[in-house]
């Protein structure tokens, strides 16, 4: 059982930067893949970035590559999405996600293999 809070998010100008953070329990977090979803009011969730349980790995989709990154501190069992160069169509609920690995090198990427996640948290960009 893994259990994940978050924070960070709320308001921003277009073209400013947020830092989301997201804890999590547990002894074995560096089994676990961290994914950050979000979802918009009216569309379904969708996939921003995940990080492999190693750190060595990471996938972001097309519409944040460039101006996202996605880290984690394993000693801390924290991940981190830092958001940079925000627009208006990013703004969203956030989510963080945890999906137990048996190999630490994965990043996937489907909110349908995720079985934890976050509170969730608003982003909001204004333009």
């Known amino acids: 059982q893994v259990h994940l809070v978050q924070s960070g998010g709320g308001l921003v100008q277009a073209g400013g930067s947020l830092r989301l953070s997201c804890a999590a329990s547990g002894r074995t977090f560096s089994s676990y893949a961290m994914g950050w979803f979000r979802q918009a009011p009216g569309k379904e969730r969708e996939f921003v970035a995940v990080?492999?349980?190693?750190?060595?790995?990471?996938l972001y989709a097309d519409s944040v590559k460039g101006r996202f990154t996605c880290s984690r501190d394993n000693a801390k069992n924290t991940v981190y999405l830092q958001m940079n160069s925000l627009k208006a169509e990013d703004t969203a609920v956030y989510y963080c996600?945890?999906?137990?690995?048996?190999?630490?090198?994965?990043?996937?990427?489907?909110?349908?293999?995720?079985?934890?996640w976050g509170q969730g948290t608003q982003v909001t960009v204004s333009s």
């Open positions: 996600a945890a999906c137990r690995m048996y190999d630490s090198s994965l990043t996937p990427r489907s909110v349908y293999e995720y079985a934890y």
């Open positions: 990080i492999s349980g190693s750190g060595g790995s990471t």
